[in-house]
């Protein structure tokens, strides 16, 4: 069954919703919201809801310690991602961190390493690993998109790929760049891609704008993809999601 997935997006240190593609380096973002709240009343708010596997992503750098509180808040009910490296992965967990969730470092100069998931999956046990395959649609497929999803790799999303990273690690998200932030609905395709291609859970995010968006999202996954959304939900701002129906839809829909 399809669940919804809670996030905290961090920009510059505070709890921000932002246009995917407009996350470059030296420029300023388009954003759609921008909170007064600090990070860890969201997180204080997905623990009072028991809405696990959510995530919170540092985009850029000053935002450790807003990640940091996040985590204190709910210690151990939240992934962290953004910047993470073999280097700094246990700190994380140690700061609370379910899991940490890891991209651009496994994609040096934008190919993949497979030696670096080798060595994190060792270091701290897959079971504590999310790798992140967000992407850009290039072409009939989609691309793995690094740094702030403003670099291509050489690596497109395939089952194959899918199969070979599930043995390193527990969970995959996937941002779809191309239509994150936008609220105008949610790549169908790469949806039922990843319903088909993934061996583990997974998480999808990009476009959702309505309510309806997680019953498309388990129709067309046959319930094997979760949902985050984000700009379009009440509490970030937007009109078209009530944060409230999606805790009762996880209500309805729970795990045993």
Not at 184 to 212: F, H, K, M, Q
Request: charged share 20%.
């Amino acid at each position: 069954m399809t669940l919804f997935r809670p996030c905290i997006d961090l920009h510059g240190g505070l709890v921000t919703q932002i246009v995917g593609g407009s996350l470059r380096d030296g420029e300023r973002p388009r954003t759609n919201f921008v909170s007064r709240l600090p990070p860890e009343h969201y997180a204080a708010l997905y623990r009072r809801d028991e809405l696990r596997g959510g995530h919170v992503i540092m985009l850029g750098p000053g935002n450790e310690t807003a990640a940091r509180a996040a985590l204190a808040a709910w210690p151990g009910g939240l992934r962290v991602g953004g910047g993470i490296t073999a280097d700094n992965a246990r700190s994380w967990l140690a700061a609370g961190a379910e899991k940490v969730i890891v991209t651009s470092w496994l994609f040096p100069e934008g190919r993949f390493a497979p030696e670096r998931l080798a060595a994190l999956a060792q270091a701290i046990g897959r079971e504590r690993l999310v790798v992140d395959l967000s992407c850009r649609r290039q072409g009939c497929g989609w691309v793995v998109a690094t740094q702030r999803w403003q670099r291509l790799t050489d690596t497109e999303l395939s089952a194959a790929l899918f199969a070979r990273l599930a043995e390193q690690c527990s969970e995959f998200l996937v941002h779809a760049a191309d239509v994150e932030g936008l609220c105008n609905g949610i790549d169908a395709e790469l949806v039922e891609c990843l319903g088909r291609w993934s061996p583990l859970p997974v998480t999808y995010a990009g476009g959702a704008r309505a309510l309806a968006d997680l019953a498309l999202v388990e129709d067309l996954s046959e319930g094997r993809v979760d949902l985050t959304i984000g700009s379009a939900l009440d509490i970030f701002g937007g009109s078209g999601v009530a944060y409230a129906d999606c805790v009762a839809w996880n209500r309805a829909r729970a795990r045993p």
